[in-house]
């Protein structure tokens, strides 16, 4: 029988690895509540025809890297690709866009790609869409949400910010043909990839990673000179607003993106600490894309980040700070001391919820509970053996609360129990 093992591009995220996700989710959470954003949540799975009307059929998503299959109906179902999509669907079939609608996500994503550091095949990301509102000041909005995050994290200097405006479709159709032909006459000069997109979604040649397409597109048409007055009033605004808080940024005329429902604003959010994959947070405005998919026509903007790369950078920064095992440790010593321990823990869990009080299981000798106790990382060990059951008390051993390094022991009756914790941790 062949060994089973998790599917190549979808890993397992260890004990030893989750305190650095909760604790990104934990600041995430706490940010986007404090700029009034909601939570929704979607289904993992969607009809296929959702994400080939949204992100464009002759993306390289669509193409090639779609997690697709027929259900018992014969319907084309997808692993979703990524969240706009279907939070755009929801907003749509849920009535949700008859005003402004602040909404945020999370979840795993699924392409299949191939796996390397900060790239898998299921990837988590955090979305946030803004419905409703077609002014720079929005965007800017979002951007400001980003910097406070990294704030947050502790690494707004690891990471930088691109933006462009694409502009509106007819803008883009006529650079389109501009960069086409400028492209066709130097085809022998193209790589093989932008040689593919060539025909199917030139726009995509302008972010290729190829340096010697880079060179060849310095003289290329620019996409700038192609903007209509409203996208350049827009990009203008946006920029002048940014300067106003002072969140410094770098104008990538050569910034694009992949999905074909973006339009004006377009930003990434960059490091140089993660090799190839430098991108941790990226979105723009997409106007479009409700009417698109069968809603009113609602403007909107939203990113995504995503969460295995965020998590790279932290540890890269050693901005962590994982929580031990245990706030208190409880050691008891036969089947009594056990029964009068189980009932103080259960006390303390009611008095103190924001604690981690593990009780220790399974049997052993003290001073085999108490060396788990030690490797918990709890500051304070409880302790019921024969005397405390007796007296109706309990050691309290002090862990890591001692100058000299000699862990202080002392023995409190069990009704003064809570107050000699609650003493401990407001100390």
Request: net charge negative; aromatic share 8%.
């Amino acid at each position: 029988m062949s060994e089973l093992t998790a599917i190549r591009g979808m890993n397992d995220i260890l004990p030893s690895e989750t305190p650095s996700w909760q604790y990104v989710e934990r600041a995430v959470e706490n940010v986007l509540a404090s700029y009034g954003y909601a939570e929704i949540r979607m289904p993992l799975v969607e009809k296929t025809a959702l994400f080939q009307r949204s992100i464009g059929a002759v993306t390289d998503i669509v193409e090639k890297e779609m997690y697709s299959f027929d259900d018992r109906n014969g319907d084309s179902m997808t692993l979703r690709p990524e969240g706009t999509a279907g939070c755009v669907r929801a907003a749509i079939q849920r009535g949700l866009l008859g005003s402004p609608q602040r909404l945020w996500y999370a979840g795993p994503m699924f392409r299949y790609e191939r796996p390397q550091k900060g790239r898998q095949r299921q990837f988590h990301q955090i979305g946030v869409e803004s419905f409703g509102v077609p002014t720079p000041d929005m965007d800017t909005e979002l951007i400001l949400l980003c910097d406070r995050l990294w704030q947050r994290l502790g690494i707004a200097d690891s990471v930088s910010l691109q933006l462009n405006s694409i502009g509106n479709l007819p803008s883009r159709e006529a650079y389109r043909d501009a960069l086409v032909c400028y492209l066709e006459k130097r085809l022998d000069q193209l790589d093989e990839d932008s040689r593919r997109r060539l025909d199917s979604n030139p726009l995509r040649i302008l972010d290729s990673k190829n340096k010697a397409t880079q060179a060849l597109l310095c003289e290329a048409p620019r996409l700038a000179d192609y903007l209509d007055d409203d996208a350049r009033s827009h990009f203008s605004r946006l920029c002048d607003l940014l300067d106003a808080v002072g969140v410094s940024y770098t104008v990538n005329e050569r910034l694009v993106r992949g999905l074909d429902y973006y339009n004006k604003t377009v930003f990434e959010w960059v490091t140089d600490q993660l090799g190839a994959q430098g991108a941790v947070c990226a979105g723009g405005r997409y106007d479009g894309l409700v009417l698109q998919l069968g809603g009113k026509a609602v403007p909107a903007v939203g990113f995504a980040m995503g969460m295995e790369r965020l998590v790279l950078l932290l540890q890269e920064h050693g901005s962590v700070q994982e929580r031990p095992e245990a706030d208190i440790y409880v050691v008891s010593a036969g089947s009594e001391a056990q029964r009068e321990a189980l009932v103080a823990t259960q006390a303390l869990r009611v008095a103190f919820p924001d604690l981690c009080i593990q009780q220790h299981v399974g049997g052993g000798s003290l001073k085999s509970q108490m060396k788990k106790a030690d490797k918990s990382g709890a500051s304070l060990a409880l302790i019921w053996g024969e005397d405390e059951v007796a007296d109706n008390s309990v050691s309290v051993k002090f862990l890591r609360e001692n100058a000299v390094g000699q862990a202080r022991q002392i023995n409190v009756a069990t009704n003064r129990l809570e107050k000699t914790v609650r003493s401990f941790y407001a100390s």
